[in-house]
């Protein structure tokens, strides 16, 4: 089995390395640590005007039609360097699920995220475990689309021109796109562990369209998870591999008693976890993206990806943390950036314990 990317892959993702390169510096990090909102704007445009926004799009919208592979590609050089933009939740997620099953008016907005004129976001995280009969959030149509309920740790709501919000319809789910500038709806702002500007958005009978129909709103919502899913578990891999690489750079550095510490047989043996959990990550990542590329059932593989990446995450960024001693805390070095990154990946959409009772679930049911 050949997991090579593919020669289009490898250039996307490698574009995407040497734009964060070039502006996602050691220095740029503590900026963006301490900035009043953790949102790198001209890293923002220059994906943009180099073209990675739009990649991923259909051709109607200006991409390239590429798919879930290339995404993937390009989330895990963003996670290397805990790049501050909401690629995920803007092109993966919003664009994607408007360009699947938006109407004309609505795909819109698909090419005005790939030009990087427009954010989109997506309100998930109560949705994660979807109860008809525990709603986040009611929709009611009375000449016109309305919702009403509350969402937490929206991302970049306050950025995003508009929110997809999933909704409950007469015990069914559906998904609805709403302006997050119209009457009716609050934004505030909620603290987050690496500082990721998340919002809790709280919806009074807000306006709003809905996409595709209600029946097809349990496929929509699916689709935004299993992708969510996935993308955060392939940020994290990147995120995991600097922060193996920073400590190994470190490992071969620092002295203590005349020794470099990397020599020493626990740091060693740290490192040599790390190093598993990330090939265990790698390979789980790639076969839940694979299997999404191809159409195929993939609801135990992202949630496979999804625990790995929770797991692989807690391990490594205390390794992170514990064999720089103080360094690792200190915010001056980008290391704690690396930590922060992966405890917030760890239990974005679910942590470990979610993931395995899904997948308890999916073999009671024999899938």
Not at 94 to 115: F, H, N, P, Y
Not at 138 to 146: C, D, F, P, S, Y
Not at 213 to 227: K, R, S
Request: hydrophobic share 45%; aromatic share 6%.
């Amino acid at each position: 089995m050949d997991f090579t990317l593919t020669e289009g892959q490898q250039d996307l993702a490698r574009l995407t390395g040497e734009v964060c390169g070039k502006l996602v510096t050691a220095e740029r990090l503590r900026e963006l640590d301490t900035a009043e909102v953790r949102f790198d704007e001209p890293l923002w445009r220059a994906l943009a005007e180099t073209g990675i926004l739009a990649a991923p799009l259909p051709e109607s919208a200006g991409g390239n039609d590429v798919g879930v592979l290339e995404q993937t590609a390009i989330l895990r050089e963003l996670g290397k360097s805990v790049a501050a933009v909401p690629y995920l939740w803007s092109i993966t997620l919003g664009a994607g699920a408007l360009a699947r099953w938006g109407d004309a008016s609505q795909r819109e907005w698909v090419a005005k995220a790939g030009a990087g004129e427009g954010i989109l976001t997506v309100a998930l995280s109560e949705e994660r475990n979807w109860e008809p009969s525990r709603p986040a959030t009611t929709a009611t149509e009375n000449g016109g689309w309305t919702v009403t309920g509350v969402k937490t740790v929206v991302p970049f709501a306050a950025q995003a021109s508009r929110i997809l919000v999933p909704a409950t319809v007469s015990g069914k789910a559906a998904v609805f796109l709403v302006d997050s500038s119209a009457t009716g709806v609050r934004v505030t702002a909620q603290q987050t562990v690496d500082r990721t500007p998340e919002f809790e958005v709280e919806f009074d009978s807000a306006p709003a369209e809905l996409i595709g129909t209600v029946d097809q709103g349990a496929e929509i919502l699916g689709w935004l998870l299993n992708h969510g899913r996935l993308g955060l578990s392939a940020g994290q891999l990147g995120t995991l591999e600097r922060a193996i690489e920073l400590v190994a750079e470190y490992g071969r550095e620092r002295e203590q008693f005349s020794r470099k510490i990397g020599s020493f047989q626990a740091v060693a043996q740290r490192l040599a976890d790390g190093y598993i959990d990330l090939q265990g990550l790698r390979l789980a990542v790639t076969q839940a993206a694979w299997r999404l590329s191809e159409g195929l059932p993939a609801d135990a593989e992202v949630h496979t990806a999804k625990f790995w990446a929770a797991e692989a995450g807690h391990r490594i960024a205390h390794t992170a943390v514990h064999v720089h001693g103080g360094v690792g805390i200190d915010r001056d070095h980008i290391v704690q950036c690396y930590f922060t990154a992966a405890k917030h990946n760890e239990f974005a959409l679910g942590g470990a314990t979610d993931h395995l009772r899904a997948l308890g679930t999916l073999l009671a049911e024999g899938n």
